[in-house]
């Protein structure tokens, strides 16, 4: 799987021009593996956002691949850099695809959620689910992890990226892993209620 780094920026000017950044901190699925980049979820969020009023720029700081442990490793230089209002920790995936321990995932999500309410930002954390020939225990373990991070860190949680769609497999790529472009609005749909709250600033444009 190659390893991808995506910057967006809002669909509709620059991020100087926005009062605030919502950092999205993720693996493919938000990356948008294998789909144009502006089919992307994250960047029908920026669309949303403007639409809606919202004056804040999106940041997609995902990478394809990544685990808890490499977000952990670079949170803080993509809060450094980009200031951001709130962040959005969408991972956790591929350390379940890889049987890590669910404690451990829970420790990393909860450094990274930390690290980001330091740095003055709101935090969403987004969880995965595994099917279920990976074990009931494990599978219990790792979607437990992700609530307790959560409540841990007092951050907001959007339980299941995918729900509502998992079992489709016609939204999903030809890997059965990846979401289609058909698949992102739903995803945006998912992640949207929890955190419109956290959307403070609205735009002064006429």
Known sequence: ?????????????????????????????????????????????????EREGFDYNV??????????????????????????????????????????????????LEAMARAARDAHARVLIAGMRLPPNYGMAYTRQFEQAFAEAARNTRSVLVPFLLDGFAERRDLFQADAIHPTAAAQPLILDNVWPTLRPLLTVKTTKK
């Open 1 to 49: 799987m190659r390893f991808i780094v995506i910057v967006l920026l809002s669909l509709w000017g620059a991020a100087a021009q926005a009062a605030g950044t919502v950092l999205v901190v993720g693996d493919s699925i938000s990356a948008g593996y294998g789909l144009r980049q502006s089919d992307s979820w994250p960047s029908l969020l920026a669309a949303r956002l």
């Open 59 to 108: 940041v997609n700081a995902s990478i394809s691949g990544d685990t808890t442990a490499g977000g952990r490793s670079r949170i803080g230089a993509a809060l450094a850099r980009h200031r951001p209002a709130v962040v959005i920790i969408a991972l956790g995936g591929n350390d379940g695809l890889r049987g890590l321990p669910p404690d451990k995932m829970r420790e990393n």
